[in-house]
């Protein structure tokens, strides 16, 4: 052992109790951190004779600011923001659509699946099955903690998004009695408790928007969905142009209401009884939601849409009665309310949304029903097309 000497020992002791002059305003270990206010200005550096000095400019310049600029009393330096803030958010997230959400991740789906695969792993969740053909995943059996009398079940369905290099999952949970000797379940519309399937969504979310790097791939997972896109702008021969949505008519319905309060449009009506959309387009205009005043704002330098106003001062009525079910008894055939005031002067457009066997149609027409120029017709769908979600 190491013997100390008595001056040694009594340092020591004398450290605890005043620190033995080290610490404080006069000591070495001081606070510094005010030091910089009392820097002064060193004048140039003089070079030796026969050596040219070399011009430097200054890399951070500090423009001058009169006082009248800015009150210095009250000015407060900005904290840098962390990190982690909104890391991932804009790559993953939740959506809703009336009671069912799911997750959308910015990503193809050959890449999501074996993110969904660690996920599940690092979570101690073990996969029954796992389909990539099908974009599907089964959990085994599981028990919550909170309820040992039930014995419950996840099955995740990944699926291409409406965008191009997006991809969807969504999750269904599925509770039994313990006892309750089924191994094979036909899963049902819904999940047994929102709350768990709420959990697990929240979960893999989170897990998703943490791995951002999204560089691994799954070869077997290119086949999901069969390689089907949801949304397609079909133009048929001697037909005009029509957007398929491979989607539910209550899902297809509230993300092109969602399509057409964005970009150049605006939607002024709707009648969701005839699925029909009363819109203006204006290629000039500049929507958003971030004005105090409203939804939306708009881009002309007296900050005023005539268009838009025109179309405002329409009503529901008067587009209805303006539609000639005639021009398409197709489209408009056996739809009560239509027509009776044609003929009248209606700036914009109606966008009608139909169901068929195959998918959901939507298309752009004028305000008395009749078919746009092709290439018009494509353009006007094209805008609905890229803010779909």
Same mark, same amino acid.
Request: glycine residues 8%.
């Given at each position: 052992?190491?013997?100390?000497?008595?001056?040694?020992?009594?340092?020591?002791?004398?450290?605890?109790?005043?620190?033995?002059?080290?610490?404080?305003?006069?000591g070495?270990?001081r606070?510094?951190?005010d030091?910089?206010?009392?820097?002064?200005?060193?004048?140039?550096?003089?070079?030796?004779?026969?050596?040219?000095?070399?011009?430097?400019?200054?890399?951070?310049?500090?423009?001058?600011?009169?006082?009248?600029?800015?009150?210095?009393?009250?000015?407060?330096?900005?904290?840098?923001?962390?990190?982690?803030?909104?890391?991932?958010?804009?790559?993953?997230?939740? !959506?809703?659509?009336?009671?069912?959400?799911w997750?959308?991740?910015s990503?193809?789906?050959?890449?999501?699946?074996?993110?969904?695969?660690?996920?599940?792993?690092?979570?101690?969740l073990?996969?029954?099955?796992?389909d990539?053909?099908?974009?599907?995943?089964?959990?085994t059996?599981?028990?919550?903690?909170?309820?040992?009398?039930?014995?419950?079940?996840?099955?995740?369905?990944v699926?291409?998004?409406?965008?191009p290099?997006?991809t969807?999952?969504?999750?269904?949970?599925?509770?039994?009695?313990?006892?309750?000797?089924?191994n094979?379940?036909?899963?049902?519309?819904?999940?047994?408790?929102?709350e768990?399937?709420?959990?697990?969504?929240d979960?893999?979310?989170?897990?998703?928007?943490?791995?951002?790097?999204?560089?691994?791939?799954?070869?077997?997972?290119?086949?999901?969905?069969?390689?089907?896109?949801?949304?397609q702008?079909?133009e048929?021969?001697?037909r005009?142009?029509?957007?398929?949505?491979?989607?539910?008519?209550?899902?297809a319905?509230?993300?092109v209401?969602?399509?057409?309060?964005?970009?150049?449009?605006r939607?002024?009506?709707?009648?969701?009884?005839?699925?029909?959309?009363?819109?203006?387009?204006d290629?000039?205009?500049?929507?958003?939601?971030?004005?105090?005043?409203?939804?939306?704002?708009?881009?002309?330098?007296?900050?005023?849409?005539?268009?838009a106003?025109?179309?405002s001062?329409?009503?529901?009525?008067?587009?209805?009665?303006?539609?000639?079910p005639?021009?398409?008894?197709?489209?408009?055939?056996?739809?009560?309310g239509?027509?009776?005031?044609?003929g009248?002067?209606?700036?914009?457009?109606?966008?009608?949304?139909?169901?068929?066997?195959?998918a959901?149609?939507?298309?752009?027409r004028?305000?008395?029903?009749?078919?746009?120029?092709?290439?018009?017709?494509?353009?006007?769908?094209?805008?609905?097309? !890229?803010?779909?979600?």
């Amino acid at each position: 052992m190491t013997r100390l000497t008595a001056g040694a020992a009594l340092c020591i002791a004398s450290v605890a109790l005043s620190g033995c002059g080290i610490f404080g305003d006069d000591g070495y270990f001081r606070d510094r951190s005010d030091d910089y206010q009392m820097a002064d200005s060193l004048p140039p550096l003089r070079m030796p004779e026969g050596v040219a000095p070399k011009q430097q400019e200054e890399l951070y310049e500090v423009p001058q600011i009169s006082s009248s600029d800015v009150e210095v009393d009250e000015f407060e330096v900005p904290r840098p923001q962390a990190l982690s803030v909104n890391v991932g958010l804009d790559r993953v997230k939740i !959506q809703k659509l009336g009671s069912r959400r799911w997750v959308l991740v910015s990503q193809p789906p050959e890449e999501v699946w074996p993110q969904l695969h660690y996920f599940l792993r690092t979570s101690g969740l073990q996969l029954a099955s796992s389909d990539a053909n099908a974009g599907i995943m089964e959990t085994t059996w599981l028990s919550f903690r909170e309820s040992p009398e039930t014995k419950d079940k996840y099955r995740l369905r990944v699926e291409s998004g409406v965008q191009p290099d997006t991809t969807e999952i969504h999750v269904r949970h599925y509770s039994l009695p313990r006892d309750d000797p089924r191994n094979e379940i036909a899963w049902p519309e819904q999940s047994t408790s929102p709350e768990r399937e709420g959990w697990m969504i929240d979960e893999m979310s989170t897990a998703l928007a943490a791995e951002a790097s999204g560089a691994a791939a799954s070869l077997v997972a290119q086949a999901i969905g069969g390689g089907s896109v949801k949304v397609q702008l079909r133009e048929p021969a001697r037909r005009d142009p029509f957007l398929s949505l491979d989607l539910s008519m209550d899902r297809a319905w509230a993300t092109v209401a969602h399509a057409l309060n964005s970009g150049a449009y605006r939607l002024h009506l709707e009648d969701e009884d005839r699925r029909i959309f009363y819109v203006t387009f204006d290629q000039d205009r500049e929507l958003t939601e971030e004005e105090d005043g409203g939804w939306f704002s708009w881009g002309s330098s007296d900050d005023e849409d005539k268009l838009a106003q025109s179309a405002s001062k329409v009503t529901l009525p008067q587009v209805l009665g303006n539609v000639d079910p005639t021009t398409d008894p197709a489209l408009f055939g056996g739809m009560s309310g239509l027509g009776g005031a044609t003929g009248a002067d209606i700036p914009g457009y109606i966008v009608v949304v139909r169901s068929t066997p195959d998918a959901v149609e939507v298309r752009v027409r004028d305000t008395s029903g009749k078919p746009l120029k092709r290439g018009r017709a494509s353009d006007l769908l094209m805008a609905i097309r !890229q803010n779909l979600i």
